[in-house]
């Protein structure tokens, strides 16, 4: 006997080709990455990038404005992402209390600080980061929600590492190619444990150029109830202002400011050491 059909899913609902996807739906949904990504992009510009005819590019265009999801700025002629697309995109952060709870930590970490405080969550092998409380400084670190970073090469990316059981960090490295962006990123396997390593005994993670040369960064996990990484609470700034003996300094700082969050999470307090 042929297995029934769940209601709602058709006779195919399993099959995940090209077939089974609508081709305009998913030009749109490319159309408006491209825009998240290059906040403010003109119709040409956008055409020649994504490789398509400025006809079709401009009818999916219409389309997404016309639901709010996308918006022309008369006076330059360029596009950019709608508020609607905000409203859309902020369901996914109600789908954990992480953010609403992490507020007012990011502040008083940023105020103890004095350097910008980030937020983040793994998304498969990057770190996304969703929200930041920006320090008063002239020159800063500036990560807007929705940016990602490999976890690898982030502050916030090697303090979940640090938390991942053996068998998960075996197959991690197995599965990700350890890219470099400076002289000083760890693009070694046995450097990057020896450095996780480090993370797990002193209780923070360090970025020391990492990813962006003339940036550091000091991170620490945030644990569940069960215990498991759900996000990283991070400092960055200026490596001329953020030294390494300033790093050292706030690092217990930000694994303080870490810890509170996660009890707010339902974590259990730090055993006194």
Avoid at 31 to 60: C, F, H, K, N, W
Avoid at 102 to 115: K, S, W, Y
Avoid at 144 to 162: E, F, N, Q, R, Y
Wanted: charged fraction near 20%; glycine fraction near 10%.
């Amino acid at each position: 006997m042929a297995e029934p059909r769940r209601r709602g899913r058709p006779r195919a609902f399993h099959d995940r080709t090209a077939e089974n996807t609508v081709q305009s739906l998913d030009r749109a949904l490319t159309i408006l990455a491209a825009l998240a990504e290059a906040g403010g992009i003109g119709l040409s510009a956008l055409a020649q990038r994504l490789d398509q005819a400025p006809a079709t590019v401009y009818r999916a265009l219409t389309t997404l404005e016309g639901h709010g999801m996308a918006e022309l700025d008369p006076a330059t002629q360029a596009w950019h992402v709608g508020p609607r697309a905000f409203l859309i995109g902020s369901a996914f952060l109600r789908r954990s209390s992480v953010v609403e709870r992490a507020r007012p930590v990011l502040r008083a970490l940023m105020e103890a600080t004095g350097e910008t405080a980030n937020l983040g969550i793994a998304r498969g092998d990057e770190v996304l980061f969703l929200s930041q409380v920006e320090t008063h400084a002239s020159i800063r670190a500036f990560f807007p929600p929705g940016t990602v970073a490999p976890l690898h090469a982030s502050g916030i990316g090697k303090a979940l590492l640090a938390h991942f059981d053996e068998a998960r960090l075996a197959a991690y490295l197995g599965r990700v190619r350890l890219e470099r962006f400076t002289p000083a990123t760890l693009a070694d396997p046995a450097a990057l444990r020896a450095d996780l390593a480090a993370t797990r005994a002193r209780g923070y993670a360090l970025d020391n150029e990492e990813r962006t040369e003339g940036m550091r960064c000091v991170a620490a996990a945030v644990l569940d109830a069960l215990g498991e990484p759900v996000a990283g609470l991070s400092v960055s700034g200026p490596a001329a202002r953020l030294t390494g003996a300033v790093a050292e300094r706030i690092g217990g700082t930000v694994a303080a400011a870490a810890a509170r969050l996660s009890e707010g999470l339902g974590a259990r307090p730090a055993a006194a050491g």
